[in-house]
């Protein structure tokens, strides 16, 4: 995932949308202004350095599981709200 990648997807719900159970979505370094519902059960690894793949909403939470079994890595999670959870 990337803004600027032509032959993947560009933003990280876009790639939540077409993954299979297991899949692993790998995130280039940026930052994402997304909240995030995960409803399978995926990876979602950071593509880069560590803290080099920021989701930061600019309202509300910005990672919702629903899936029973999600794996995040190498991602700082910013949510867009104080009075609600990342």
């Known amino acids: 995932v990337g803004?600027?990648?032509?032959?993947g997807f560009r933003t990280i719900g876009e790639a939540l949308e077409k993954a299979r159970a297991g899949a692993v979505i790998r995130v280039?370094?940026?930052r994402y202004r997304e909240n995030l519902?995960?409803?399978?059960?995926?990876?979602?690894?950071?593509?880069g350095e560590r803290?080099?793949?920021?989701?930061?909403p600019s309202r509300g939470t910005?990672?919702?599981?629903v899936a029973d079994a999600v794996m995040l890595t190498d991602l700082t999670l910013r949510g867009g709200n104080e009075d609600l959870p990342v």
């Open 37 to 47: 519902t995960v409803r399978t059960r995926v990876t979602i690894a950071g593509d």
């Open 3 to 7: 803004p600027d990648q032509p032959e």
């Open 62 to 65: 910005a990672v919702v599981l």
């Open 51 to 56: 803290g080099s793949v920021e989701i930061c």
């Open 28 to 30: 280039r370094p940026g």
